[in-house]
């Protein structure tokens, strides 16, 4: 996460074992607070550090990207945090009851404009671009028959052109690995975006829930028309994605493979809708669900806890 936050706010990174830690965390009393993700494998350190943080009088904010599927994994890591974030808002009060102390913060993903640029597709950009890994949770694997496999198929049979960017060791099966082209990072998406016309999104989480996947904000910041899988998310963060034939979507949600197909040729049909549509998707989160709006809700939430940077900080 650290690439997303670093244009928003001046930050120091404070390794773990760093035998100053204390003379660290005292240069920045008073300057700021104190961020710790969830780790895995559990790190002890980090609860030290926390505590560290706390006896200067340091507010300290918790973060964690793996819910809902992974709650019970990670709950017992927020334990001490003046502010506890989680990406799932259904989870807020079962946080509160475990941490009545504590301040619990709906922390959805979200885009960095620094780095997921709108760029016009390539001259040789295939139809269909996918930017995912593997996971193999009933969600994403019906997100996966709804969506990719259609158009996986139709690229077979040369209806349409398909590229697929994930980690080597990514288990998609080989009918669908078989378009791989690499592997994409944050500092890369932009650019392995502008291969493909329309992006493909399988960002679903367990049903009921809030929590959508980083590909949401990053395809929709490119300015990318995106074909979607369901999600229980998109409405709650306030995504419109039904009406996708009008004027007002920001992109394109389907429940079925024959819905894929419809709006895979509509998108294609209409370049200049499914445009239009991608600047509607990059405006609304440039708008709502970028990483300075994030911190913005974390220091809304530790309120007076925190001090402002004095006039002559950096």
Same mark, same amino acid.
């Given at each position: 996460?650290?690439?997303?936050?670093?244009?928003?706010?001046?930050?120091?990174?404070?390794?773990?074992?760093?035998?100053?830690? +204390?003379?660290?965390?005292?240069?920045?009393?008073?300057?700021?607070?104190?961020?710790?993700?969830?780790? /895995?494998?559990?790190?002890?350190?980090?609860?030290?550090?926390?505590?560290?943080? =706390?006896?200067?009088?340091?507010? #300290?904010?918790?973060? #964690?990207? !793996?819910?809902?599927?992974?709650?019970?994994?990670?709950?017992?890591?927020?334990?001490?945090?003046?502010?506890?974030?989680?990406?799932?808002? !259904?989870?807020?009060?079962?946080?509160?009851?475990?941490?009545?102390?504590?301040?619990?913060?709906?922390?959805?993903?979200?885009?960095?404009?620094?780095?997921?640029?709108?760029?016009?597709?390539?001259?040789?950009?295939?139809?269909?671009?996918?930017?995912?890994?593997?996971?193999?949770? $009933? &969600?994403?694997? &019906?997100?996966?028959?709804?969506?990719?496999? $259609?158009?996986?198929?139709?690229?077979?049979?040369?209806?349409?052109?398909?590229?697929?960017?994930?980690? !080597?060791?990514?288990?998609?099966?080989?009918?669908? =690995? /078989?378009?791989?082209?690499?592997?994409?990072?944050?500092?890369?998406?932009?650019?392995?975006?502008? &291969?493909?016309?329309?992006?493909?999104? %399988?960002?679903?989480?367990?049903?009921?829930?809030? @929590?959508?996947?980083?590909? *949401?904000?990053?395809?929709?910041?490119?300015?990318?028309? @995106?074909?979607?899988?369901?999600?229980?998310?998109?409405?709650?963060?306030?995504?419109?994605?039904?009406?996708?034939?009008?004027?007002?979507? /920001?992109?394109?949600? %389907?429940?079925? *493979?024959?819905?894929? +197909?419809?709006?895979?040729?509509?998108?294609?049909?209409?370049?200049?809708?499914?445009?239009?549509?991608?600047?509607?998707?990059? =405006?609304?989160?440039? &708008?709502? /669900?970028?990483?300075?709006?994030?911190?913005?809700?974390?220091?809304?939430?530790?309120?007076?806890?925190?001090?402002?940077?004095?006039?002559?900080? $950096?």
């Amino acid at each position: 996460m650290e690439p997303f936050w670093v244009p928003e706010i001046p930050n120091v990174r404070v390794p773990l074992d760093e035998p100053g830690l +204390t003379d660290v965390l005292t240069h920045w009393r008073g300057r700021g607070f104190a961020y710790a993700m969830n780790a /895995h494998p559990p790190d002890r350190r980090i609860q030290e550090a926390a505590a560290v943080a =706390r006896d200067l009088g340091i507010p #300290t904010v918790w973060h #964690t990207i !793996e819910d809902p599927n992974h709650f019970d994994g990670y709950k017992a890591q927020a334990a001490g945090f003046d502010v506890i974030c989680t990406t799932a808002r !259904e989870l807020l009060p079962r946080y509160a009851a475990l941490y009545p102390a504590a301040t619990v913060v709906w922390l959805p993903l979200a885009a960095q404009p620094q780095l997921h640029l709108a760029y016009p597709p390539n001259h040789d950009a295939v139809d269909f671009i996918l930017a995912a890994n593997w996971y193999a949770i $009933p &969600e994403r694997l &019906e997100a996966v028959r709804t969506v990719v496999n $259609p158009i996986v198929e139709g690229a077979h049979h040369g209806r349409w052109t398909f590229a697929l960017y994930a980690y !080597e060791a990514a288990e998609w099966p080989a009918w669908i =690995r /078989h378009f791989r082209r690499g592997a994409s990072s944050c500092y890369n998406t932009a650019r392995v975006y502008r &291969e493909g016309r329309v992006v493909l999104a %399988v960002n679903n989480q367990a049903r009921a829930t809030t @929590m959508t996947s980083m590909r *949401t904000f990053e395809a929709l910041c490119c300015a990318k028309p @995106m074909l979607a899988s369901w999600s229980d998310a998109y409405k709650a963060l306030g995504f419109l994605c039904d009406d996708w034939s009008g004027s007002g979507s /920001h992109f394109i949600s %389907v429940d079925s *493979t024959g819905q894929a +197909t419809v709006a895979a040729e509509w998108l294609l049909a209409n370049p200049a809708k499914a445009a239009a549509m991608g600047k509607r998707g990059r =405006r609304f989160v440039l &708008e709502h /669900h970028t990483y300075r709006h994030r911190l913005a809700a974390i220091l809304e939430a530790l309120g007076s806890r925190i001090s402002p940077l004095p006039p002559s900080a $950096p």
